[in-house]
């Protein structure tokens, strides 16, 4: 391995989930199309809640309420997709990106594994999600007292039905990509984290590997200590890269996190309404709700799944790293090397860690955490409205 120029990354391997999540918005024909579906949903969310809080019966309401507490979650999924790769540009701003075949054939290996599954996973989700969109919005007379756009259509602009129906329902399709893209980018950002620190491992590993000479003539080869000096000087260095890139994007998601979880909590909770709605409507009714959850359901999972094995892989290569730099032979070293030794150890105390606020990391526990949440307001929706 080389410790003076190591290979720039030049092909992403992880480049499908990139593009299905991050690249293709910055067409500018995508994004026209995405403030427009953003200026829809925004004015459809403010003439509903007015329309509901003036003219429409609680039984109404609780029909067209589903749909509306998915409505922040599809704007502030589109947010972010206007707001551009700026996360991801950030992290890459502040360090390099190390080609997957700069640490050798087996990290090399792992790595492109893991990407062919989660580049699969992408592609997987995002029909599956197409697929259930589809499914659902198959006209129906279940339509009516669910989609609350189309009653409005059919009130106000009886003549236009038709066209603005299907405005409706192609920003549905729209959105059918857009929403999982959101977690797709969160994804991508998450796991190629954790390949750079991957092969910063394998760097700290074969600090030392290459040396022929005898153990006992280390201590006074000048030019072995001056290498040894230089690699360490290298692992410190992209060690602090890392602990930059966390503490980067700590500062640019912590005003994402909040608004991400709320939202995702009440798009749980609609989904979870309008599946217990279709429920109660019979066998023939639930077929066209049932891909819709099974599609959200996968696409929470992935993130959380994402998170979780960022949380406990990443602690377990930091552990690594510190467990590699005790068991180097540092009796050999002279005392400056030493010294830098002391310094590399004391950066490894601490597990590197993605996080996207101070007090929020994405993994199972926050997961679960949103489920309970969603579980005790639809609960109490329930008990409420059933009385």
């Known amino acids: 391995m080389d410790y003076h120029r190591v290979?720039?990354?030049?092909?992403?391997?992880l480049k499908i989930t990139r593009l299905v999540g991050c690249d293709?918005?910055?067409?500018?024909?995508?994004?026209?199309?995405?403030?427009?579906?953003?200026?829809?949903y925004v004015a459809m969310t403010f003439f509903q809640i007015f329309y509901s809080m003036y003219y429409l019966e609680v039984s109404q309401i609780t029909g067209y309420g589903p749909f509306l507490l998915m409505y922040p979650f599809f704007i502030i999924c589109i947010i972010t997709h206007l707001h551009g790769n700026y996360l991801l540009n950030a992290i890459q701003s502040v360090e390099e990106s190390w080609s997957v075949d700069c640490a050798g054939k087996d990290v090399q290996a792992r790595i492109v594994k893991e990407s062919s599954i989660i580049n699969a996973y992408a592609i997987a989700n995002t029909i599956l999600c197409f697929v259930a969109v589809v499914v659902f919005i198959c006209p129906s007379n279940s339509d009516d007292p669910v989609l609350f756009p189309m009653k409005t259509f059919q009130e106000r602009f009886p003549h236009q039905t038709l066209v603005l129906a299907w405005t409706f329902k192609l920003t549905t399709l729209v959105l059918s990509y857009v929403v999982p893209a959101s977690c797709y980018r969160t994804i991508h950002t998450i796991q190629y984290w954790k390949f750079q620190i991957c092969l910063l491992n394998k760097y700290v590993e074969a600090l030392t590997d290459d040396y022929a000479g005898h153990e006992r003539?280390?201590?006074?080869?000048?030019?072995?200590?001056?290498?040894?000096s230089a690699r360490i000087k290298f692992c410190i260095k992209r060690h602090g890269q890392l602990i930059r890139v966390s503490s980067e994007s700590t500062k640019i998601m912590q005003d994402y996190i909040v608004p991400y979880t709320t939202c995702g909590c009440l798009s749980g909770v609609g989904v979870s309404l309008l599946l217990l709605k279709f429920l109660g409507e019979g066998p023939s009714a639930l077929w066209r709700c049932a891909p819709l959850t099974i599609a959200s359901a996968i696409t929470f999972s992935g993130v959380a799944v994402a998170g979780q094995t960022l949380e406990t892989e990443v602690a377990t290569e930091s552990?690594?790293?510190?467990?590699?730099?005790?068991m180097q032979k540092w009796y050999n070293w002279n005392a400056a090397n030493k010294k830098m030794l002391l310094i590399a150890m004391a950066n490894s105390m601490s597990p590197l860690q993605v996080k996207f606020s101070e007090t929020f990391i994405i993994n199972f526990r926050l997961g679960l955490g949103v489920c309970k949440m969603v579980y005790s307001v639809v609960s109490v929706f329930m008990s409420v409205f059933n009385k």
């Open 7 to 13: 290979k720039i990354l030049r092909e992403d391997p």
């Open 24 to 40: 293709i918005f910055d067409h500018p024909v995508v994004r026209v199309v995405l403030k427009f579906i953003l200026v829809y």
């Open 217 to 228: 003539d280390l201590f006074y080869d000048l030019e072995y200590q001056e290498r040894l």
């Open 319 to 326: 552990e690594e790293i510190l467990m590699k730099l005790v």
